[in-house]
């Protein structure tokens, strides 16, 4: 297995005390903080490959074992 790359929008909100916090509406559960957007930005990429790793593992257990894997490409407009 391979690896690809995917672009993900982040939205980077100020919160408490200067903090950043930053969520992929793309991916519900992609959420966390950091001090400055930097911290935030490192941490959200972290945050998005952990939840996919889990999605992945999720979907490798539960399907079935006669199931077909197939990878789709999809147009996506951007705002």
């Given at each position: 297995?391979?690896?690809?790359?995917?672009?993900?929008?982040?939205?980077?909100?100020?919160?408490?005390?200067?903090?950043?916090?930053?969520?992929?509406?793309?991916?519900?559960?992609?959420?966390?903080?950091?001090?400055?957007?930097?911290?935030?930005?490192?941490?959200?990429?972290?945050a998005v490959e952990l939840l996919l790793e889990s999605y992945r593992a999720n979907a490798a257990t539960t399907a079935a074992g006669s199931a077909i894997w197939e990878t789709v490409t999809v147009d996506v407009t951007i705002p």
């Open positions: 297995m391979g690896t690809q790359q995917r672009e993900y929008t982040v939205v980077y909100e100020e919160i408490e005390d200067g903090w950043v916090m930053a969520h992929v509406p793309e991916l519900p559960g992609a959420v966390t903080q950091g001090k400055d957007r930097e911290e935030a930005r490192e941490m959200i990429k972290e």
